[in-house]
Every structure is written in structure tokens, then in C-alpha cells.
């Protein structure tokens, strides 16, 4: 083994092993940050965008700010196969 590690592979007293230095910002941290300074902004684009009949904008709102659960959207399934279901005897008896 190394001389930096001890017999069970363990780096000894005295060697960092590496890595990254002490105060540096990893990735996540700065896309957080980023993310805090310029939120309202992004709510406000997407908003706009979602007004503008941006279907996909629409969608990224609607699954963040009022997430359905798996329980709610069965029911909306069920729901809207019974609807299906009414309106093809509707058309079928005209």
C-alpha cells in the first residue's frame, strides 16, 4: 500500500486525501443561489408564458403548484371514462 494509508486503507493523520478545498461552492449550491436571486422572475416568465397559451408552461405550473395525487388521478380517469362513455350514447342514439 501507499505510504499515505494506513493498513486497513484509511488515508493516515496528516493527509487530507484530496478533494475539494475548504469554502468551495459545488454545483448544486451555486444553482441554488442562482436560483433564490432570480425566482420571482421565473414564476413571473413562466405565468406570462402559461397566459400566452404556452401549453408546456402551463403544464410546469400546474404540476408544481398543484400537484395531483395518484389517488386524485384515478378518480379524474374514472371520471372522464364514465364522461366518455356518456357522450358516446349521446352520439350513438342521435
Known sequence: MADDRDFKGRFVKGNSGGGRSIGATNKAKLLEKLTAEHASEIV???????????????????????PVSAMQMQQLEEQMAELREMLETQHESR
Open 44 to 66: 413571473a416568465s413562466i405565468l406570462e408564458d402559461a397566459k400566452n397559451g404556452d401549453g408546456a408552461a402551463r403544464k410546469m405550473f400546474m404540476d408544481r403548484y398543484f
